[in-house]
């Protein structure tokens, strides 16, 4: 029940959040002219802007088949892109992308794969997918000030937040994997706090299910001290993938027969987007990332174009992204787990010693 009503919670905070989005995005201009202006684009240009989608996805279930291979779990590549299908598309619906993970891990369970395996494997995929975004966030705040003050001057707030957040993910991460005697520490701290606060019951089961759960950081640390090469690999993919999903709007600009930006100002505004927020309790970043897209792309699409290239660019990264995974959530939930298989791994090793 508990479950159903969280379902239906997502459901309307989701219409509500895409309601105010077109509201806000649209109220006032003229929807004829935009809808003119995107289907005057070259579509040549549109089609490698929807491969980069698919790239994003598909770059997700390489990383996912290439450590479970590590941790001698047999996965096919086609199942892994279901794995990832159904962490996109969960995330994309669900508040701060709260409901991908665990929606991937029932998904891997119903092939026999064990929870600490697939929470391992996406543990780690998570650390560097949030360490891709801190690296470009630092990069920018550090050594590119002239970009940063030439296009970022209207959302500096926001962007300045979108990094700390992702740097406070990050070393919250790293502490759980590399320091998990802290990390209960600190776990344990705020949980009195909230008891004394009277916001959440003193229930001694809380306390055991946390000493058990540092079990699996101790895993995934040991896990990265034995696989540092693995780790690079993952990073260099990860880093792959989010370009990927970035040059989407260069295309984009190119499909409206524009040259005058450079690719590398295109891409890097669209990663200033991702940064800024990444971590806001939005499905999807639905909003807020369309009133950045306004904000600060006014210079590259001119302000006749920029509607439509918002519509365009957000339109395939995003929803194209959002219909895809959902189709392909739709096959997983038909296909996976008809066949049952479990084979050890070599995390139960870490975990039982």
Not at 6 to 34: Q, R, W
């Amino acid at each position: 029940m508990g479950n159903k009503k969280k379902n239906i919670f997502n459901l309307l905070f989701l219409l509500l959040v895409f309601g105010l989005t077109l509201y806000s995005v649209f109220h006032g201009e003229d929807l004829s002219a935009v809808f003119s202006a995107v289907m005057k684009t070259d579509i040549r240009w549109l089609v490698p802007a929807i491969a980069c989608v698919v790239f994003f996805i598909w770059g997700e279930s390489i990383i996912i088949h290439y450590l479970m291979g590590t941790l001698h779990i047999k996965t096919k590549k086609r199942t892994c892109f279901l794995y990832s299908c159904v962490g996109f598309f969960f995330s994309g619906i669900t508040p701060s992308a709260s409901g991908g993970q665990p929606a991937q891990i029932y998904y891997m369970r119903r092939n026999d794969i064990p929870i600490p395996v697939s929470t391992l494997v996406l543990m780690l995929v998570t650390i560097t997918y949030k360490s891709i975004l801190v690296f470009i966030g630092l990069f920018l705040m550090v050594f590119q000030q002239g970009f940063v003050h030439q296009y970022l001057g209207s959302i500096l707030p926001v962007f300045y937040l979108g990094v700390g957040l992702n740097v406070f993910c990050c070393i919250l991460m790293l502490i759980l994997v590399f320091h998990p005697a802290l990390a209960k520490n600190i776990m344990l701290t705020c949980l009195k706090f909230l008891v004394k606060l009277h916001i959440m019951k003193d229930k001694p089961e809380r306390m055991e299910k946390l000493s058990s759960s540092m079990d699996m950081y101790n895993a995934t640390a040991a896990y990265l001290k034995k696989h540092i090469g693995v780790i690079v690999n993952v990073i260099l993919i990860t880093f792959a993938q989010r370009a990927a999903l970035f040059f989407v709007t260069y295309f984009v600009y190119r499909s409206f027969g524009l040259h005058g930006a450079g690719i590398y100002n295109v891409v890097m505004l669209q990663a200033v987007i991702s940064v800024s927020v990444d971590m806001l309790p939005l499905p999807g970043g639905m909003g807020i990332s369309e009133q950045l897209f306004l904000a600060i792309f006014v210079p590259v699409f001119g302000s006749a174009l920029l509607l439509p290239a918002m519509v365009l660019s957000r339109g395939i990264a995003y929803y194209v992204q959002l219909l895809l995974s959902a189709c392909m959530t739709v096959v997983a939930h038909l296909v996976i787990g008809r066949v049952p298989r479990r084979k050890e791994s070599a995390v139960d090793g870490y975990i039982n010693s």
